[in-house]
């Protein structure tokens, strides 16, 4: 049987119960009885082997069996801040594979070249829990609350900290400046990219000018780009 990962972020003690929803999709659709063993994270790192006890579609209940950490779990911290795009679809796109590859924190900011100014966070954590549970992962990724691009790079940071966009004066590689094992931070613009006062100002607070390498990309896979080679730096 294929293995499934469930999520619940409260787990608490020896058992745990449902929300409405949640019962209502294991117990109707699922159609799981008393007795059936199913695997569950808290999105910390944990893993639960629980066995359902009430099932009660409305508000269902699990006791555990065992538990155990996780096997993502990372020696350095990933934090990608990436403009929300145009088309809603793609950014969620991102968020769905930067999930599977591995990142600890992301950050919606907006640019001065942002075309998209409002996002719904709600939706945007539904596609990142769908993620993680397909993937089976057991750290549930932060998505912070939007911010301004001034604002986001006067944040301090214990890292090496990038900005990433094309322009002939940057030479250096995200992947030949990075040195694994280090947390990282990584700036990924706007379709419209950059305003170079954007690129002065990250440039003042210890960002680092790369680019990811020598063709054009999406903003959205600009970002899985940055993901991935920090992934791979560290393997």
Not at 77 to 104: C, M, Q
Not at 142 to 161: A, M, R, T, Y
Not at 173 to 202: C, M, R, W
């Amino acid at each position: 049987m294929e293995q499934r990962l469930f999520y619940n972020e409260n787990i608490i003690g020896s058992g745990f119960e449902l929300d409405k929803e949640e019962s209502g999709h294991i117990i109707r659709v699922l159609r799981m009885k008393p007795g059936d063993e199913m695997d569950f994270t808290d999105g910390k790192g944990n893993l639960f082997h629980c066995v359902l006890s009430i099932d009660n579609p409305k508000a269902c209940k699990f006791e555990i069996l065992s538990s155990e950490q996780g096997k993502d779990k990372r020696d350095f911290n990933l934090h990608i801040a990436v403009a929300p795009t145009k088309n809603i679809s793609r950014y969620e796109w991102f968020l769905e594979k930067a999930t599977e590859i591995g990142v600890d924190t992301i950050t919606p900011f907006f640019a001065k070249h942002s075309e998209r100014k409002i996002i719904k966070t709600d939706r945007l954590e539904r596609v990142i829990t769908a993620a993680m549970k397909q993937s089976l992962k057991t750290f549930h990724p932060l998505l912070e609350e939007e911010i301004s691009f001034s604002e986001l790079v006067k944040q301090p940071f214990d890292g090496q900290k990038f900005i990433a966009y094309i322009d002939e004066k940057v030479t250096t590689e995200l992947s030949k400046t990075y040195q694994p094992g280090n947390n990282a931070v990584i700036l990924i613009g706007p379709e419209g990219g950059f305003h170079p006062d954007e690129v002065e100002l990250a440039k003042t607070y210890g960002f680092i000018p790369v680019k990811l390498g020598p063709y054009r990309l999406r903003t959205e896979t600009a970002a899985i780009t940055a993901c991935h080679t920090i992934q791979l730096a560290n393997y």
